[in-house]
């Protein structure tokens, strides 16, 4: 059973050489696929990264955001791969066999969420997943990771919102860092720049789809776990 990791990545090579040193270092399942945008101006950089066997590369035109390179990873690799996630990339995982623990927290589950602490001390632990991993079920079922009218901002709060309403697991003892400007773990560039710009559009789009489309996601994600313990309950 193995874990397909989704990371889309604009103007920061030495983010993604970062992290694969630390899968290296921590990973033994997980695969890692990056998204990388045709007109980055550091695309020649990333292509002289190391690779490795578990590394899957892919270059797409006017991806329109980090939600829309997600969804389209997803796509890809929800066909096949039990259990998808998404990190930053200014994420770093340090607690070793990471990946083994998300595998076993979504495999007792079901049909369900997990997210690990990320060290991020401006609100507590635990009350918001700035990454998550979940079971590909629930992408096949919604057709989506994240709502496409989401540009950047704001998915994170959806992710958790799916989970407390259905099933979802904090893994408070495995860290994936997350490295970002506003607690002074990264220095603030265009990337980050980019997605701020997009805040006032990503709030009102998350408040639309609260209202709309929230509940209409939740059920069919309880379905699936309706579904499920159905089927368990029943085998000859």
Known sequence: MSLAVLVPSRGRPQNIERLIEAFDRTASIAHLMIGLDADDPELERYRQLPNRAWIHWHVAENTRGVVAWINLLAD???????????????NVPRTRLWDERVIES?????????????????????????????????????????????????????????????????LGDVLIEHLHHSNGKA??????????????????????????????????????????????????
């Open 76 to 90: 890809l690799y929800t066909p096949l791969y039990e259990y998808v996630g998404t990190i930053g990339d200014d």
């Open 106 to 170: 979504l495999a007792r589950q079901g049909t369900g969420f997990c997210f690990a602490d990320d060290g991020y001390e401006l609100r507590p632990k635990g009350t918001l997943c700035t990454h998550v991993f979940l079971t590909a079920d629930i992408i096949r079922a919604l057709g989506y990771f994240g709502p496409p009218q989401l540009r950047h901002l704001y998915v994170d709060p959806v992710w958790m919102e799916w989970g407390q309403r259905t099933s979802i697991e904090f």
């Open 187 to 236: 220095p603030l560039d265009d990337t980050y720049r980019s997605a701020d710009a997009n805040y006032r559009g990503d709030h009102d789009a998350f408040h639309e789809y609260y209202q709309n489309g929230l509940m209409a996601d939740v059920q069919k994600i309880h379905g699936l776990r309706l579904s499920q313990h159905t089927h368990l309950h029943h085998r000859p």
